[in-house]
Structure formats: C-alpha cells, structure tokens
C-alpha cells in the first residue's frame, strides 16, 4: 500500500527482526496472573513462569506474550501492581534470552513505557487503544504495536447481547482507525498490526463470522495477528470444556492461517507450531522436514 498504509511488500517487524508475508509466528501466552481462564496460577510463581518462557522457546515459540491482568472479571488490579508483576519478569527474561522477541499484554501507556524500557519489544493493546497515549509510546521505543477491535468495550468488561450490522465492516472500521492513529503518532508502519480479538466484545457468532471471513481483514493490508486459543467460541461451538478445547483450537488456528493470520498468540506451543509448519506445507511455502516417502 505504501506511504499512510502498510509497507507494500508486507513486511512485519518487531525487535530486530524482520519477517514476509509467508512466515507464520507463534507467540506463547505467559500470564502473571493467580487467575487467568485457563490453567489459572500455572506460571504465576517466577520459577514457574520462566519455566514456560524456556519450554515455549524449546518448542519454537517466536515470541512471548507476557500479561499482568486477566482479560475478564477478577481481582482489581492496579497500573502499580501490573508494572510489579510485568516489568521485572520482562527483564529478567531479556537478559536470559536475548534475541527471544518480547511481547507485553497491557492496555496501559504506563506499563507499557516501564515493559519497553525493561526490554519488550511489541505492545499487545487488547482493549483498543483505550489509553490513547499508548500508540506513542510504541512510536517513542520503537516497538510494535497490535491494535485490537473492542467495540469501545472498557477493559475487562463482557460483551451482553451487543449487535452489529455487519462485524467484519466494524473490526475492519476500527482497526484501521486505530492503525492510522498509530502512523500519526510516529509509529513504523511495518512495527503496526492488526487483531480481530475474537470473544472481546463478540458473541460466539461474531467470532465465527470474523474467522470464516478473515480474509477481509487481511486484505487491509495490515499483518493480522489471532487469538483463538481455547477462546469460548470454540468452546461453545463443540461444547467442550477450557480443557478439551485444543483440537478445536488447532481448527480455527489452520483456518486462520489458511485466509492469511502471521501472529497466532497461544497456549499449546508445539501443537500450533506443528499445525501452523504443515499449512506451510500445504501452501507451498515450506519444504517438508522429511521427504522420503516414495522416494527410497
């Protein structure tokens, strides 16, 4: 698209790393949080969160999303005790890592200056450019920044019975908006991406509408990050519990990355990583690891 748009040979950047259309990143979710909706408190503990830092890493994690507050209703959490929980952990993993790319979930200008100066690398705004100083902050570090449809919701607050006349024109609508706000305020292109957010201010419904017609949203232009994993959607689709919902979740992941998703921000690490290698694969973009069948 060029100047006022996306880079027009699509390159993505985050940290020093440059990545093309074809590449399809894994980013591992790395809650600080006692009660996150799935496997609550699991990496809470320092120990146990460095712990999934170096298994996401071991099983081909591209990046890391480190998060303070659970996105739904819980415990009250304050920008002092997000940045106590985010911004040492996200130094510590820098230091440990140094060319792991870093992403830090977080609504707040504050958190996220204190995360980039600490080593982040990519400012995942999940509530839709709610601060509206965060997208220079972004511009300020030189990071990243995904820019998600809300609906205008506040942060951690549940959609009831919300409606849309068409929920793809209104995630396109918003953001592109929130895109174009972040090239106003200074921030690379190439550093700017796009995210649906399924379940964030969406039925089950909507969340299935956006997926079967993701498509539109890549043809923006913008390089389209999802998060799918173990969502309720999916959950409701089959009817399956948080915990039986991988499967689903590999589905709506491959149909993602199918109609054109780069970033997939998830909880099974090796799994997406396979599923993601095959659509690959499939799309001709990938050499097989081991073509010997038929052949010897």
Known sequence: ?????????????????????????????????????????????PDRALARVQEAVTQGADLVDIGGV?????????????????VPFVETVRARWPQLLISVDTWRSGVAAAACRAGADLLNDA????????????????????????????????????????????????????????????????RIIVDPAHDF??????????????????ATGWPVLV?????????????????????GTLAATTLASWLGARIHRVHDVAAVRQALDLTSCVAGERLPARPVRGLR
Request: charged residues 25%; hydrophobic residues 40%.
């Open 227 to 247: 998060s799918v994993s173990r969502k309720d959607f999916v959950g409701e689709s089959l009817d399956v519990p948080t915990e039986a919902r991988l499967p």
């Open 70 to 86: 659970k996105a739904g209703h819980g415990q009250v959490v304050d920008e002092a005790e997000e940045i106590r929980r985010v």
């Open 127 to 190: 509530w839709g450019g709610v601060d509206p100083e965060l997208a220079g902050v972004a511009a300020e570090f030189g990071a990243a920044l995904v820019c998600a449809h809300t609906a205008g919701l506040a942060p951690r607050t549940n959609p009831h019975r919300i409606e849309y006349d068409d929920v793809v024109a209104d995630v396109i609508d918003a953001c592109s908006t929130l895109a174009r706000r972040a090239l106003a305020e200074g921030v690379d292109p190439s």
């Open 201 to 218: 201010a969406k039925t089950t419904a909507h969340s299935l509408e956006v997926t079967r017609r993701l498509g539109e949203l890549v």
């Open 1 to 45: 698209m060029g100047p006022g748009g996306p880079p027009s040979d699509g390159t993505l950047r985050i940290g020093a790393r440059s990545f093309a259309p074809s590449e399809r990143l894994v980013m591992a979710i790395v809650n600080r949080t006692p009660d996150s909706f799935y496997d609550p408190g699991s990496t809470w503990a």
